[in-house]
């Protein structure tokens, strides 16, 4: 199954979204949600994963679209996040359709960003994309296992339109077709991606953000999520692991953060990444505390790796880093890593 998030563009196990760190393994975290056994397991389990690709969607909306300033590349974004019937296999298809009304590889919106561009159109969850700017939708056959490249097809179209401009969307809510007006923001060029996973884990390609369920469940509040977004957000908007290809457009943007050194590439990160949450409008008080809990709860991430910090020195550094972002604040400043 994948899916699409508020802010990027390939899509992941739980959704995809247009524009669109710990490598520890261990068993569930305590709070994770669990699907019950019986008749309910699949809705229990639907629900569960899509909640937190909400979260996730959410939260990187606001990474990427707060520190636009800091990237070398962007997109236009809708601030929504997209999924397809054809996404989902066996017996969680007919409890998608049933829930969010889809059709096939038609996108249907799973969540809209507070204040984003498709909340500000009128458009929420449930509502089905038929028509971009006049051109209808492939709905493919709705048959077969999961798949991706027909909602693939339907995402380029729209990533196409975004990248222009204003765009004309149809859409169907409640069987009731109507006509609006989307007018996409600029963000920065990555997508995030929740991939169901019983390790604690979470990297980042040059492209995207991928984090497991497990450890986004960990995440108690957003402002954890931050933490551990931002992080990977840093590794893209420094350059540490570049894509193939450009992944979006130039930014014409003399503030952008030059490319990082590999040899630092985790203690810079996780400097960076705590700005990146900090500028976003998250609490990031708690990062020292949540590595501590992390490490005391994960004995991969409570000693040195190779190119990790135990979770006791990460924990020191990010208080560091915080007492820096408080003195960058005190005297007015905009904060800058």
């Known amino acids: 199954m994948r899916m699409t998030s508020l802010n990027g563009t390939a899509a992941g196990a739980m959704a995809v979204a247009l524009g669109l760190l710990v490598a520890a393994c261990s068993t569930p975290a305590p709070g994770e949600a669990m699907a019950p056994a019986g008749s309910d397991a699949p809705a229990a389990r639907l629900a569960a994963l899509t909640a937190l690709d909400r979260r996730v969607a959410a939260v990187g909306y606001r990474l990427t679209t707060a520190n636009l300033d800091l990237c070398r590349s962007r997109q236009a974004v809708a601030g929504w996040s997209l999924h397809a019937a054809s996404q989902y296999s066996g017996d969680l298809r007919p409890v998608a359709e049933t829930r ?21 159109a009128g458009l929420d969850e449930g509502d089905l994309v038929l028509r971009v700017n006049g051109t209808a939708l492939a709905p493919g ?49 990555t997508f995030f991606q929740v991939d169901p996973s019983n390790e604690y884990n979470a990297r980042a390609d040059g492209r995207g953000v991928f984090i497991s369920s497990t450890l986004a469940a960990y995440a108690v509040g957003d402002d954890d999520l931050a933490l551990i977004l931002g992080h990977e957000l840093a590794h893209n908007v420094l350059q540490h692991r570049p894509p193939p290809t450009p992944p979006g457009d130039p930014a014409d943007t003399p503030a952008a953060l030059p490319p990082g050194d590999p ?22 008080t708690g990062a020292a505390a949540f590595w501590r809990r992390f490490g005391a709860t994960n004995w991969r991430a409570r000693y040195a790796q190779i190119g990790h910090a135990s979770a006791e020195s990460r924990a020191r550094a990010l208080e560091a880093v915080n007492a820096e972002i408080a003195a960058q604040r005190a005297s007015g400043q905009p904060l800058r890593p």
């Open 263 to 284: 040899r630092t590439a985790e203690r810079d990160a996780d400097r960076v990444g705590l700005f990146l949450a900090a500028r976003a409008g998250f609490d990031t």
């Open 100 to 120: 969010f009304g889809l059709d096939g590889d038609l996108p249907g919106i799973l969540a809209v960003a507070a204040d984003g561009p498709a909340a500000r």
């Open 141 to 189: 056959d709705g048959q077969g296992p999961a798949a991706y490249d027909g909602l693939a097809a339907n995402l380029a179209v729209l990533k196409r339109a975004l990248a222009a401009g204003p765009v004309t969307l149809e859409v169907r809510r409640a069987g009731t077709d109507r006509t609006v007006t989307l007018r996409p923001v600029p963000a920065c060029t």
